[in-house]
């Protein structure tokens, strides 16, 4: 049985340890099980799951994850939470916990040895500052992945799941999208928390498209111009790119692509959907 999951559990395990949160690390760690019961449900873990999960912390999550699994790998950064996810997860047979960053860890090779390299299903409690490019290495290194469930900021999750005018469209909107089609599960107030953070959260489950929803010859050159259609979202699409340091094209080039598209000149990057986005990087692919 989980012994983790409420405020007085989470604070007698830091005061047996003398823990001190890092804001560098941005920790904050659950304390409420009925979110943690929401995280389980989103993410259909079952008895025959293996799961990968990024920043255990004290291994709240992790005990749920190991009651509901076949198996647990959980990747933690921090060497101070080492002893304590000793303590906390002894009970379990089921759980390996690697110490170290999971942008330097090799996920296919988890995958292959623990799930047969059958696509696994990750759960994550992400530190707000580091989501995004968690996210964007998992997606462009083609891990083997059935689905991502993640804590994020409120405002990430809406993010994801933008539509083309919206003000919270962006780079990350199209990415998540192509690779993986965004469910939002619940939102977490700040006080379901220890330390309690500035903002609101939710839970979010990404799952993995098996192909993506347009065909692009150029993947990478279609992202490289998705980036910069969004870092100067108020210019139209012809100024963007042109003065994009990711790109390499002249004006009359950009022009004559985004005719080709069907588009008009005028446009801005933030009202053009992703099979747009496609169709034009194909015609500057050209």
């Known amino acids: 049985m989980p012994t983790l ?3 007085q559990a989470t604070i007698d395990i830091l005061q047996k340890y003398g823990f001190h949160f890092s804001k560098k690390l941005g920790q904050n760690f659950l304390i409420d099980p009925h979110v943690i019961g929401k995280i389980i449900a989103a993410a259909g873990v079952g008895e025959d799951d293996f799961v990968l999960e990024i920043g255990p912390g004290i291994g709240t999550l992790t005990q749920y994850l190991c009651e509901a699994a076949r198996e647990v790998t959980a990747v933690e950064l921090d060497d101070d939470l080492l002893p304590i996810l000793a303590d906390t997860l002894s009970a379990y047979d089921n759980v390996t916990v690697i110490h170290g960053d999971i942008l330097k860890q090799d996920i296919g090779a988890i ?3 623990k799930n047969g390299g059958k696509p ?3 759960v994550a409690n992400l530190p707000y500052y ?3 490019p968690i996210i964007m290495s998992l997606f462009e290194s083609h891990v083997p992945m059935e689905s991502l469930t993640l804590m994020v900021q409120k405002e990430v999750a809406a993010r994801m799941a933008a539509g083309p005018g919206s003000k919270d469209y962006g780079s990350l909107s199209l990415a998540v999208q192509y690779y993986s089609e965004p469910y939002l599960a619940a939102n977490v107030p700040q006080n379901c928390f220890i330390p309690r953070p500035n903002v609101d959260s939710a839970v979010v489950r990404l799952t993995c498209r098996q192909e993506p929803p347009v065909a692009v ?3 990478a050159l279609m992202f490289a111009i998705i980036r910069a259609s969004f870092e100067q979202r108020r ?3 012809v100024n963007s790119l042109t003065n994009s340091a990711r790109l390499s094209f002249d004006k009359e080039t950009v022009r004559a692509a985004i005719a080709a598209a ?3 000149e005028t446009i801005r ?3 053009l959907t992703l099979p747009q986005f496609a169709v034009l990087a194909d015609c500057l692919h050209q």
Do not use: S, V
Request: glycine share 12%.
């Open 130 to 132: 580091i989501t995004t």
């Open 111 to 113: 995958a292959a040895e």
């Open 120 to 122: 696994i299903k990750i």
């Open 5 to 7: 999951g409420t405020a």
């Open 269 to 271: 990057g933030e009202a």
């Open 217 to 219: 010859k150029d993947e």
């Open 235 to 237: 210019k139209t699409l």
């Open 262 to 264: 069907g588009l008009p």
